[in-house]
């Protein structure tokens, strides 16, 4: 994650990072992209089910679930073993998370064990009841996909009235008093509506906004043709920055996040350097804290089925079980050697990545975008917007 708003309207210092000592356990939500220990955010697709139909879900999920499902019993294995390593946050997701019936006891479990219990989701089964139980018990926040405003978001969802729905659910949230925001997945066919979800965030009060680049996995694959081109990426980035810009001027500051193109870093701070900002030695520092692609190391993946994955773009490729061996131990002493390679993945990166001056800054970016599309993990991610000129290290 590239913290807009953090780096370019200064709402974080390096400092703010520094006071916390950087351990994960310590440092408040929005400054967990700086830790230092780097324990995983465990993102845990609790079920394949949904209710909805997107046609770029990277679960590839179904009407139904399915049998392998981890039960509540299990699930409660996997939190009792994730808290006691030491992961800070338990993302929920799916599928759609809350078709599961017993995701208000799972999170409930996860608060119990001191762990930071969110949920990603489509909001459309957010009805008032629910969202007052995810504030009873102790849910840290609620991420909303969206991908536009109705007439494009019920496209993208494959079910009409899913907007309206969803609009609803975020109100419900607000009602209750939980914290909610919204996720965006940018591609050519929603790029135009940006500036419409900005306006959202300011209309409706909404404080958070992640936009998300293409990762080409699930049925996300199929809109590899669909994918902003660099040009078209730069021109996006651009906007966002602006608008957060034009928000925090207006003494409406949101937190803005883009997420899944660690080039944004380098792309912004560059930015920065050309307007002669003071603050640019000090985004670089956090930049260089944050480390760029976390896959396989600060961030990683439970299947519905308790596959282990480097993130949840990885689903082809497993570690290990959590029904054989606990994650933890999957994590720390690994078995698979693409999983030890991506704990150090600087230095297996080829091409242009291997000499870009901003490795240490980028991480290498999406390693499961490169291999989707030359099938070589190590490839350059071509997703990559920079010029050579910009990555160059003799500049």
Known sequence: MIGISKLYCGTVEPSDALRYG????????????????????????????????CVHCY???????????????????????????????????????LVRKDLPDLAAYAVEKGMRA???????LIDRNTAKTLKQIGLSYVGISLDGLEPVNDHFRGVKGSFKKAMQGIHNCQEAGIKVGLRFTMNKRNVQEIGGIFDLLEEMEIPRVCFYHLVYAGRGSALL???????????????IIERTRQLHAMGKPKEV????????????????????????PEVLKLLQMNEGNSSGRGIGCVSWDGE??????WRHHSFGNVRKRPFSKIWTEPEDPL????????????????????LDVCGGNFRV?????????????PACYLTDEEISQTV
Request: include cysteine; glycine fraction near 6%.
């Open 22 to 53: 950087r351990h994960s356990s310590k440092l408040p939500s929005h400054l967990l992209q700086f830790s230092e220990d780097k324990h995983p955010v465990v993102v845990w697709n609790v079920t394949r089910a949904c209710n909805l139909k």
């Open 59 to 97: 679960a590839h999920a179904t009407e139904g679930a399915t049998s392998s499902e981890l039960s509540t019993a299990e699930g409660k294995l996997l939190i009792d073993d994730l808290a006691a390593f030491g992961s800070p946050v338990m993302l929920f997701s799916g599928g759609e998370p």
């Open 118 to 124: 969110v949920i990603s989701t489509n909001g459309t």
């Open 225 to 239: 043709k669909d994918d902003l081109s660099h040009e078209e990426t730069r021109a996006a980035v651009d906007l």
């Open 257 to 280: 996040l883009t997420v899944d193109n660690h080039a944004d870093g380098p792309y912004l701070y560059l930015r920065m350097l050309q307007e002669n900002s003071q603050r640019a």
């Open 308 to 313: 282990v994955h480097a993130d949840q773009f």
């Open 339 to 358: 999983l030890l390679q991506l704990k150090e993945k600087k230095k297996f990166v080829q091409g242009r990545c291997a000499t870009c001056r901003w």
């Open 369 to 381: 975008r490169a291999e989707a599309v030359t099938g070589d993990v190590w490839a350059p991610d």
